[in-house]
């Protein structure tokens, strides 16, 4: 079965410095997808960024990249040049299956809480 | 408004009463999900549907059911609500497309006494 390790409950980082969210996970499959949610004390669910297990580069979306290492099955979410606007609560979700048509679901790990501080 | 929209936001309800939870969505996706959040166990999946006559339980799909009324509607419905599903509940959308990221609602609590 798969399963989705956010070994951090909270981290703290100063403002303008960059931080990386750890997650790791389980599965034997070898297409898979990996994303990463923020989830702001206002309670939305906001997607930031998709990995597939295929894909040679980490994925970037603005100041978010994804240090991917497939053999270490680690999907780590790095955040440069922090803001206050950051503080939230980061998920990071697995699906077996790459592609949106799969069979596989997204299943989340239990979550890090960030605090940026000025 | 919203592209995925749920009602109501928030509900106070007592121990044996019948709840429903409403989702509708504009985006024209195909999939459609309920997930239940509980603080320290992240999101965890209740019922999923893949088209209108596809509906499937997920993780933990006890004391719950679900219709998927029309491709842009599903609801979740608590049948005899008891305390502990008192969480924050969100509907998702998926397309079978790309890369099949999840798009929230604005989730919806509920408060079970």
């Known amino acids: 079965a798969q399963k989705i390790t956010q070994t951090q409950p909270g981290m703290f980082v100063q403002e303008k410095e960059a931080v990386t969210l750890d997650c790791t996970y389980d599965?034997?499959?070898?297409?898979?997808?990996l994303f990463w949610y923020k989830q702001p004390s206002s309670g939305e669910m906001i997607f930031l960024i998709y990995q597939g297990s295929y894909d040679e580069q980490n994925a970037t979306e603005g100041r978010y990249s994804l240090n991917f290492q497939k053999a270490r099955k680690s999907a780590n979410l790095v955040i440069s040049a922090s803001q206050l606007g950051d503080s939230a609560m980061y998920f990071c979700?697995?699906?077996?299956?790459?592609?949106?048509?799969?069979?596989?679901?997204?299943?989340f790990g239990k979550g890090t809480k960030l605090s940026v501080k000025p | 408004d919203a592209d995925v929209t749920q009602t109501p936001r928030n509900r106070i309800t007592k121990t044996g009463k019948r709840i429903m939870l409403e989702c509708s969505q504009t985006k024209g996706h195909d999939r459609m999900y309920w997930y239940r959040q509980d603080p320290g166990l992240g999101l965890r999946l209740i019922y999923y549907?893949?088209?209108?006559?596809?509906?499937n339980k997920g993780e933990i799909s006890d004391g719950y059911s679900v219709s998927r009324q029309a491709q842009a509607k599903f609801s979740l419905s608590l049948e005899s609500a008891i305390p502990n599903q008192t969480a924050l509940y969100f509907c998702a959308t998926s397309d079978s497309g790309n890369t099949g990221e999840l798009f929230f609602g604005e989730g919806s609590r509920l408060t079970v006494l």
């Open positions: 549907s893949f088209d209108v006559k596809d509906i």
């Open positions: 599965t034997s499959d070898q297409s898979y997808g």
């Open positions: 979700a697995m699906r077996e299956g790459l592609y949106g048509g799969s069979q596989g679901n997204l299943i």
